[in-house]
């Protein structure tokens, strides 16, 4: 009989912890399940571009969170602050146009200002076609210390409104890397025009390719986003399209461009500022100027791009003035 009920207990007892295990897994199973989507989502809340073209290995050259993702609380006045900015200016007819992109370059809370805005990049394209000479420079030793004949028989200065410093002379050789300078630094059209001849459309067409960018054509076509611009910013910080010394290079001519107003006027001067103007004249008197650069702000590089569009250049370049001056003013206010 003692048997019997030891027997009928024990079968309970397996019976009471089968029921216990079940009801354990039942319940790891529905975390592991929230687990997973929440994680598919968080997944979702950002895309990568990836350089293509390898076999075994997949790089990554740029992330970028998606308008999913949660937005970054340090950040939220701030942009309201930028915004309220650029509608004044709408609202007052200084300028017809204008797209703002912000991004902390270190954790990567950023927000953009009308996005779907797009513009006509001007001198901009000068960094993509850097970045074209100096990939073609990785692979071809002594490349830079080629020289090039400028013949002078075209001036593509005279289109411009803010004129280079110091120009090219005609008749005279230069190496490829000081045409590098004289484009980036002086923003001379005739140096960009050199080297534009001298590399193939492939090579300028790969750089785009890596920022997932459409290749920018002559007409209607020229135009791009102020957030698909700051991808070339972005991928020469990380280097990962360059090489460390080639993408150290770029920023380093970038960091010695001569124009001290717009994105400049508002930060200290011991700040090293890399940064790129553009500027150009359209049908009907429409002008456009814009600015990006990344400000070195100690701890906390931060990368500010600022697209313009009116009829008056000094009230598009007082745009540009009085967003980069908040930003700084509000970084400098959350880092010190």
């Not at 895309?47 to 969170?65: M, T």
């Not at 459409?214 to 102020?226: C, Q, R, T, Y």
């Not at 399209?241 to 400049?264: Q, R």
Request: with cysteine; charged share 25%.
């Amino acid at each position: 009989m003692l048997k019997l009920r030891q027997l009928a207990d024990h079968k309970a007892s397996l019976l009471f912890y089968t029921i216990l295990i079940l009801l354990a897994g039942t319940g790891i199973g529905f975390y592991l399940r929230d687990y997973f989507a929440n994680f598919s989502k968080t997944n979702q809340n950002h895309f990568e571009i990836r350089a293509s073209g390898y076999k075994f290995i997949n790089p990554l050259l740029d992330c970028e969170l998606t308008s999913r993702a949660a937005e970054n609380k340090e950040l939220e006045p701030f942009e309201k602050k930028v915004e309220d900015i650029i509608n004044k200016q709408l609202a007052s007819g200084q300028i017809t146009n204008a797209s703002v992109y912000f991004r902390d370059m270190n954790n990567g809370p950023w927000f953009s200002i009308r996005p779907a805005e797009k513009f006509s990049p001007a001198s901009l394209l000068k960094v993509p076609l850097m970045m074209t000479a100096l990939k073609k420079a990785e692979s071809t030793p002594g490349l830079l210390l080629k020289a090039l004949l400028f013949t002078g028989e075209a001036d593509y200065n005279k289109m411009q409104n803010i004129y280079p410093e110091k120009t090219l002379t005609p008749g005279k050789f230069y190496t490829i890397e000081a045409l590098l300078e004289s484009m980036i630094v002086y923003s001379d059209n005739n140096a960009a025009a050199l080297l534009e001849d001298y590399f193939s459309a492939d090579g300028l067409r790969d750089v785009y390719k890596a920022a997932s960018i459409k290749e920018p054509f002559a007409g209607k076509d020229n135009l791009i986003s102020v957030v698909a611009y700051s991808r070339f910013f972005r991928i020469l910080f990380n280097a990962s399209y360059l090489n460390k010394a080639m993408s150290e290079k770029a920023l380093g001519y970038i960091a010695k461009v001569e124009l001290h107003d717009g994105l400049l006027s508002s930060i200290p001067g011991d700040i090293l500022v890399a940064h790129k103007f553009g500027e150009e004249m359209r049908e009907q008197g429409i002008k456009q100027l814009h600015e990006c650069g990344i400000a070195y702000y100690p701890g906390h590089p931060y990368l500010l791009c600022i697209m313009t569009q009116g009829k008056d250049f000094e009230e598009m370049d007082d745009t540009v003035k009085q967003v980069s001056e908040l930003v700084y003013a509000e970084v400098d206010q959350q880092y010190k």
